[in-house]
C-alpha cells in the first residue's frame, strides 16, 4: 500500500512538472520576444527615412518603448560585459556592431542578428518597408503599446505645396523659400496629372493652405503635423539632404 502512494505521488509530481515546463518555456519565449521586440525598436532610431514611412513618428518614443520591455522583462544583466556596459552593448547590436547580444539577469538568452530593420525602412522598397512596419506593429501588439505602428499614408505633390503655401504665410523670413518649393511640388503634380491648369491647382492650393491654417489657428489641428508634413516633403525632394551639405 505504502509503495502504491509513493508511485501515484511520483506519478503526480510528474504530472506537475510537465504542466509547469510549458509555463516557463512561454515565459522564456516571451522574454527573448522582448528581447528582439527591444532591438528593433531602438534599430529604428538609426533609420533616415523612419520619419517618412511611419505616421506619426515624431510622436512616438520608440526607446522608451525599449526600455520598458527591458525593465518589465528583467532583460538587463546585472554586471556588465568585460569593459563595455549592458546599454553599449545593445546600441552596438542594434547598429549591426556586434555579433550577438546577451540578455536576461542570468545572461540566459542570446540574440543573434535579424535582418536591420532600419536598412529595410531605408531601402526604398515598398515591400521591405512594408515589412519592417509590420514587425514593428506586432511588437506593439504583443506588448499593448498604442498608438500602433503603421506606415504613413502616400504623402502627395499637392499635400506639399499646401504645406509650403502654409509654411510661407505663417513665417515671413522663410516665405521665399517657401513659395519657391511650394511652386516645385505644383509642377511635380502637373506632370503627375496632364491637362491639369496651373491656375485652378494654384488657387486651391491657397484655399486648403487656409482652411488648415484657421484649424491651426483655432487648436483643431496640431501645428506639429504640419511639422510632420514639411519634414517628409524635404525627405521625399531631397531637400533635408541638400540642405545638410
Known amino acids: 500500500m505504502k509503495r502504491k502512494v ?8 510528474t504530472a506537475a512538472a510537465f504542466a509547469v515546463m510549458p509555463q516557463e518555456a512561454r ?3 516571451t522574454r527573448e520576444e522582448a528581447g528582439r521586440c527591444a532591438v528593433r525598436y531602438l534599430q529604428v532610431n538609426h533609420s533616415t527615412n523612419a520619419s517618412r514611412i511611419i505616421a506619426g513618428y515624431e510622436a512616438i ?9 527591458i525593465w518589465t522583462h528583467e532583460l538587463a544583466p546585472a554586471i556588465s560585459t568585460g569593459s563595455s556596459t549592458f546599454a553599449e552593448d545593445l546600441n552596438n547590436f542594434a547598429r549591426g556592431q556586434a555579433s550577438y547580444l546577451q540578455l536576461g539577469r542570468m545572461r540566459d538568452i542570446t540574440l543573434l542578428p535579424e535582418l536591420p530593420l532600419q536598412a529595410d525602412i531605408d531601402s526604398g522598397d515598398t515591400d521591405l518597408q512594408e515589412s519592417a512596419v509590420s514587425r514593428l506593429a506586432d511588437c506593439d501588439r504583443t506588448f499593448g503599446f498604442a498608438p500602433v505602428i503603421a506606415l504613413a499614408p502616400v504623402l502627395s505633390d499637392f499635400d506639399c505645396a499646401v504645406a509650403y503655401w ?3 504665410a505663417f513665417n515671413s523670413a522663410q516665405q521665399g523659400m517657401a513659395l519657391h518649393r511650394a511652386r516645385f511640388a505644383i509642377a511635380r503634380h502637373l506632370e503627375a496629372n496632364p491637362g491639369t491648369q496651373r491656375q485652378q491647382v494654384e488657387q486651391q492650393v491657397m484655399v486648403d493652405g487656409q ?5 491651426i489657428q483655432q487648436g483643431q489641428e496640431s501645428s506639429d503635423l504640419m511639422q510632420a508634413t514639411l519634414a517628409r516633403c524635404e525627405m521625399k525632394y531631397g531637400f533635408a539632404q541638400n540642405s545638410g551639405q
Open 61 to 69: 518614443d520608440l526607446r522608451d518603448r525599449a526600455w520598458q520591455l
Open 27 to 29: 515565459a522564456d519565449e
Open 211 to 215: 482652411a488648415r491654417g484657421q484649424r
Open 166 to 168: 502654409l509654411l510661407g
Open 6 to 13: 509513493m508511485m501515484v505521488f511520483a506519478a503526480m509530481l
